[in-house]
């Protein structure tokens, strides 16, 4: 059915750069955004991205650093990682839903998931 299909992944050193990319093969969703999950830890929220409107959400551990972008001619949203931390080292999720328009960092309410892109940062 829907395909999300994530790239931009990498290992860096701290205070550096990445851009995450994230493509869906069926249109725009009502909310798309990117999660994360580190070893031991639960899968959090990042960003969200609401599609029409472009309303945004972000944790309070990135907020500052990293920016949620949509194209949405191309059905692709972004994730631009600025000033990175070890803290962020996760497996980074791109996340759809098409069921609500609440657009919240809950990962129970999204219906479509990427396999991940791996983020890893040192210092």
């Known amino acids: 059915q829907v395909q999300l299909v994530e790239s931009g992944g990498g290992s860096v050193q701290a205070e550096e750069s990445l851009r995450l990319s994230c493509t869906a093969s069926?249109?725009?969703?009502?909310?798309m955004g990117w999660f994360r999950q580190a070893p031991g830890k639960e899968r959090e929220g990042v960003a969200i991205i609401r599609t029409t409107g472009g309303t945004t959400y972000y944790a309070d551990s990135v907020k500052g650093r990293f920016t949620i972008s949509q194209e949405n001619a191309k059905n692709t949203i972004y994730l631009q990682m600025n000033s990175l931390k070890p803290e962020d080292t996760a497996m980074y999720y791109c996340?759809?839903?098409?069921?609500?328009?609440?657009?919240?960092?809950?990962?129970?309410?999204?219906?479509?998931w990427g396999h991940g892109t791996q983020v890893t940062v040192s210092s």
């Open positions: 069926n249109y725009r969703h009502n909310c």
């Open positions: 996340a759809a839903d098409w069921t609500t328009w609440n657009c919240r960092p809950s990962p129970y309410e999204y219906n479509y």
